[in-house]
């Protein structure tokens, strides 16, 4: 990846309407430099000075990577290469430090200052007691004009990722049984991630289930998780694999025992919507706003409208989810290049459902599918 190059990019727009950027150790500060992010924790393990950790640019001026020492030292990144480095020690005043990088930099007292939208409110906190007069603006909001376009180069890593989370899901499958529960089918599938070459899941991996003697349950995974799956029941899977800061995000369905009519024309349905909304998303002719009707008149028309029950997808890359997104409400012109995921469902609370996701890049003459294995109903009997 031209680093260099998106740096430049960035310090040109950031002048037009900042004199500072922080950026937390974050997605935007992995596109911009390289710098890692790592696996997150479910509790925050939190370092001395954390709140001045990560990127301090203004144009014109070298930029300066803040960094704990337990961040420098454990995190590896003590030796990051393109950027500045300066290390906080356990011990040290980070206002110290950050009033004296303020002061290289040339921040005045009353500076516009951009910051990343993963900042701590304790950072801005600190920012505020050291320029009591600054104004804030997100710096995510001014690098994302970079980042919804993706290059060749992007492109092709999301296509390998793609890949791992489909040989995952491929070597998960012989494992599948009638009786698991929910948490043991998607334990074998984070392990198939990881077996593959993904650091870990670029979301919590996710699995909807239902059936007429199987209720969806959706968000309390301490009552879903332990569930037997006991045919017959639609198992909907949502997971994605992580390569070189990149996300996936992928679905397939599966039936516990063998499917009714009423669940293969689901199915069928939901696979005919997919096809009508990859085909939708033509660069420079349709707006997501459209691509999104598109692709929900074919669910609208079989019947099942009321049961697909969200938008047909997001933009994706560095993050999961990013804008603009494939519904109503976003009237984002397509351009080549931009990702994203065409998943449409229908999900039956009390009955059969199904769904499919793909990551698709916007082409001049319909999307292009990253992942496209599985298209047929799998039935595990």
């Known amino acids: 990846m031209n680093y260099e190059a998106r740096l430049k ?49 203004s144009s014109g001026r070298p930029a300066v990577l ?3 020492r337990m961040t420098a030292e454990f995190g590896g990144l003590g030796s990051q290469q ?6 906080l020690g356990d011990h040290d005043d980070p206002a110290a430090m950050v009033s004296d990088i303020l002061e290289g930099l040339g921040v005045a007292d009353a500076p516009r200052i951009a910051t990343g939208d993963r900042t701590h409110a304790e950072t801005l906190m600190g920012l505020q007691g050291l320029r009591p ?29 793609g890949a791992i989370t ?36 670029s ?8 059936g007429p003697q199987h209720p969806m349950v959706m968000g309390d995974r301490l009552e879903r998780m332990p569930r037997e799956l006991q045919p017959p029941v639609a198992l909907l899977f949502d997971f994605g ?3 070189d800061g990149y996300c996936y995000d992928f679905g397939r369905t599966i039936s516990f025992g063998q499917p009714t009519d009423e669940f293969r024309r689901i199915h069928e349905l939901v696979m005919a919507s997919q096809a009508a909304g990859i085909e939708a998303l033509q660069a420079g002719v349709h707006t997501t706003a ?23 997808g997001h933009a994706i890359g560095m993050d999961v989810h990013e804008p603009p997104f494939l519904t109503a409400s976003d009237q984002t012109l397509l351009q080549e290049g931009m990702l994203f995921t065409i998943e449409p469902s229908i999900m039956q609370l009390n009955d059969y459902s199904a769904r499919v996701e793909d990551v698709v890049v916007a082409r001049p003459g319909g999307g292009e599918k990253l992942t496209d294995g599985y298209q047929d109903l799998i039935v595990i009997d």
């Open 66 to 68: 803040a960094l704990p």
């Open 133 to 161: 007069g600054a104004q804030f603006l997100s710096a995510t909001e001014v690098l994302r004009r970079q980042r919804v376009i993706k290059s060749e180069e992007e492109i092709a890593v999301m296509r390998r990722a």
């Open 290 to 312: 459209q691509t999104d009707a598109i692709a929900r008149q074919v669910i609208e028309d079989g019947g099942y409208g009321e049961e697909f029950r969200h938008r047909l």
């Open 9 to 57: 990019q960035f310090e040109q727009d950031l002048a037009v309407v900042a004199d500072l950027a922080f950026l937390p150790i974050s997605a935007d500060l992995q596109y911009l430099t390289g710098v890692p992010r790592d696996m997150p924790n479910y509790g925050w393990s939190m370092h001395p000075g954390a709140w001045l950790e990560g990127l301090w640019l």
């Open 166 to 201: 489909e040989a995952a899901f491929r070597d998960a499958l012989p494992s599948f049984r009638h009786g698991m529960t929910e948490l043991e089918v998607l334990s074998e599938v984070n392990f198939q991630m990881r077996r593959h070459g993904s650091l870990g899941e």
């Open 203 to 210: 979301f919590t991996s996710a699995m909807y289930c239902s």
């Open 82 to 87: 393109g950027v500045n480095i300066r290390v």
């Open 241 to 243: 694999a992580i390569l």
